[in-house]
C-alpha cells in the first residue's frame, strides 16, 4: 500500500509563525516569573530550531540567554518491536545540569502525545528538572495518552487521515505550517 | 512520531560480505549516539526493552563477553550466557544441540564466540535469527574491526586513501582478517606485517609484507596484534628475542610513521613482546578508547540487528 500525500492548505505563514512563537516566549517568562532557572530542550528535528527561536525571543526580552539542549527520543519510543521499523538513532545534547531547573521541552506538533511521553522519560533519565512544561507550536487534538501542552502556538482540529506539516527557515528553508491530505492508494 | 528510517540491515553480523559502506556508516554513527548514552550518569536506555540475548561462548573470554553483555544491558535487553569451552572432537553436534536448546528459551538474538571458523553461520543457517559474531576461530571478528574503525575514525576523521598497518601474528588472526575486510571498505589501505611464518599465502583486502619498515613507512595508524607464546612451541618462530628484533613495534620505529600516527591493540597486550611496553600510555595509544567504544558500537550493532523485528515466541 503506498502512502500519497496531496497539499489542502496553508495553516499558517511566517508572520503568524513568528506571533505565536513571540506569544509563547512571553507566556513561558510570565508562567516562571522571569528567566531564572529556566532552560529549553528542543526535540528532533523541528522541536530544536523551534526552541533556539525562543531562547533567542528570551534573550530579546530579558537580556539573558538562558541554555537549551536537543533531544532524541528513539531509544524512548514504544513501537521499537514494530516489524520492519528501524528509526534512525539522532543526536541527545544537553550540555547542562538539568536538576533543579524548569524546562521548557518544544516540538513541533502534539497529536498522540507519544512523542512527549517518551521525551518525559529520556529527560527524567538525563536528571531531575524541578518541573517540565510542554510547548507546541501546533495541537492537532487526538491524543492517545493522557498529555497537554502548557504553552500552544494554534488549536487546530484536524482528521486523522490528515498531516500537519511545521516547515522552519532552518530546516525546509521557510517559515509555515500546512495541512496534508493522505490517501491511501 | 517521524520516522527517518536508516538502510535495512543484514539479520546478522557475520563478517562484512552483506554489509555496504553506507550501512557500516550507518552503523558507526548510531555507535556515535550511543557514546552519548554511555557518559550519562544513568546509563540504560529502554530501546530493547522485551528482548532476549544470549551470549554463547564455546571458547573462553571474558572481556569480550562483558562488553557485549553490558551492551545489551544499557539497552534494557535481558541476558543470558553460556560459557563452555568445548572439545573439539565433538564440534558439530554439540554447537547444534546447544543451540537448539537455547532457542527453545525464545531467544532473540545470539552472539557466538567459537574456537573454529564459521560456526556462526552455521547458526543462522540453524536457528535464522540475528546472530553476532563474536569471534570464530581465525576467520572473523567483526565487532572488533568495528570498534578499531570507529576508533580510528575518531582521531583520524576519515579512512580515506589512510594507509594503516597490521603488524603482528596476521595468520591466527580475526582481528587481521576482519579489519582487512572493513577498512578498505571506508576507503583505507591495509598492509599487514610479520615474520613470513606468521602470514596467511593470501589476506582478501591488504597487502602483505615481512619487511616492517616497508609497513610502517608514512603509515596514518599502527594496529600491533598479541603475539601468542605457544606459536614458539609449534615452530614457526625460532625465537622470542629474535621476533622482538625483527617486528617489535618500539618508539624508535613508529617514527617511521606518521607524526603522532595512532597506535591501536586488541588486547591483552603482551608487554615488551610485541609492541614497547611504554608505548601502551604514549599520546598517541588508542588502546583504553578501543575498549571504552566497544561497548558503544556493540550497542549499535544490537540495535541495528534487533529493532524492528519479530520478538521470538519460544
Not at chain 2, 21 to 45: F, W
Request: glycine share 6%.
Amino acid at each position: 500500500m503506498e502512502r500519497k500525500i496531496t497539499f489542502k492548505s496553508k495553516l499558517l505563514n511566517e508572520d503568524e509563525v513568528r506571533r505565536a512563537l513571540t506569544r509563547i516566549a512571553h507566556e513561558v517568562i510570565e508562567k516562571n516569573k522571569g528567566s531564572e532557572g529556566l532552560c529549553f530542550v528542543g526535540i528532533h528535528t523541528r522541536g530544536i530550531s523551534l526552541a533556539r527561536r525562543l531562547v533567542d525571543l528570551i534573550e530579546r526580552f530579558e537580556g539573558r540567554r538562558v541554555p537549551m539542549g536537543i533531544l532524541d527520543i528513539t531509544l524512548y519510543r514504544d513501537d521499537l518491536t514494530e516489524i520492519g521499523l528501524q528509526p534512525k538513532v539522532r543526536e541527545t545534547r544537553i550540555p547542562f545540569d538539568l536538576s533543579g531547573k524548569a524546562v521548557v521541552l518544544v516540538d513541533d506538533v502534539l497529536y498522540t502525545g507519544r512523542t512527549a511521553r517518551a521525551a518525559l522519560d529520556a529527560l527524567i533519565d538525563l536528571g531531575r528538572p524541578s518541573r517540565i512544561y510542554l510547548a507546541v507550536l501546533i495541537d492537532r487534538g487526538h491524543r492517545e495518552l493522557p498529555i497537554r501542552a502548557d504553552f500552544v502556538g494554534k488549536n487546530l482540529p484536524t482528521a486523522r487521515s490528515e498531516v500537519v506539516k511545521v516547515k522552519t527557515q532552518e530546516d525546509d528553508g521557510e517559515d509555515a505550517v500546512e495541512l496534508w491530505e493522505v490517501e491511501s492508494t | 512520531m517521524s520516522a527517518s528510517a536508516t538502510p535495512t540491515f543484514p539479520p546478522h553480523l557475520l563478517d562484512f560480505q552483506d554489509w555496504s559502506r553506507p550501512q557500516i556508516e550507518s552503523l558507526l554513527e548510531t555507535a556515535r549516539m550511543m557514546q552519548e548514552v554511555l557518559a550519562r550518569p544513568v546509563k540504560k536506555v529502554p530501546a530493547l526493552m522485551g528482548f532476549t540475548v544470549a551470549t554463547v561462548f564455546f571458547e573462553p573470554s571474558t572481556r569480550t563477553r562483558i562488553s557485549f553483555e553490558l551492551a545489551a544491558r544499557r539497552m534494557s535487553a535481558d541476558v543470558v550466557s553460556f560459557s563452555g569451552a568445548m572439545s573439539s572432537t565433538a564440534k558439530g553436534e554439540t554447537y547444534r544441540d546447544t543451540l537448539r536448546t537455547l532457542e527453545q528459551m525464545g531467544i532473540d538474538a545470539y552472539i557466538i564466540r567459537a574456537d573454529a571458523a564459521g560456526v556462526c553461520h552455521q547458526a543462522y543457517r540453524w536457528l535464522g535469527k540475528p546472530i553476532l559474531n563474536a569471534g570464530d576461530g581465525w576467520r572473523a571478528h567483526p565487532t572488533q574491526a568495528l570498534l578499531d574503525a570507529f576508533t580510528l575514525l575518531e582521531r583520524l576523521g576519515s579512512l580515506e586513501g589512510k594507509k594503516i598497518a597490521i603488524v603482528g601474528d596476521i595468520l591466527h588472526s580475526r582481528v587481521a582478517r576482519s579489519n582487512a575486510e572493513l577498512l578498505p571498505l571506508l576507503g583505507a589501505t591495509v598492509v599487514a606485517c610479520g615474520p613470513a611464518t606468521l602470514l596467511p599465502a593470501h589476506l582478501p583486502g591488504a597487502h602483505l609484507t615481512t619487511d616492517l619498515r616497508e609497513a610502517l613507512q608514512d603509515a596514518d595508524a599502527v594496529m600491533v596484534l598479541r603475539l601468542q607464546k605457544e606459536r614458539m612451541d609449534k615452530g614457526l618462530l625460532p625465537s622470542l628475542p629474535e621476533y622482538i628484533a625483527a617486528y617489535q613495534v618500539t618508539r624508535a620505529r613508529l617514527a617511521w610513521a606518521r607524526p603522532q600516527a595512532p597506535l591501536l591493540h586488541p588486547g591483552p597486550m603482551n608487554r615488551d613482546v610485541e609492541m614497547e611496553g611504554i608505548l601502551a600510555e604514549a599520546p598517541q595509544s588508542l588502546v583504553e578508547r578501543q575498549v571504552a567504544n566497544g561497548q558503544a558500537v556493540r550497542m549499535a550493532v544490537l540495535y541495528h540487528l534487533l529493532v524492528g523485528r519479530k520478538r521470538s515466541e519460544g
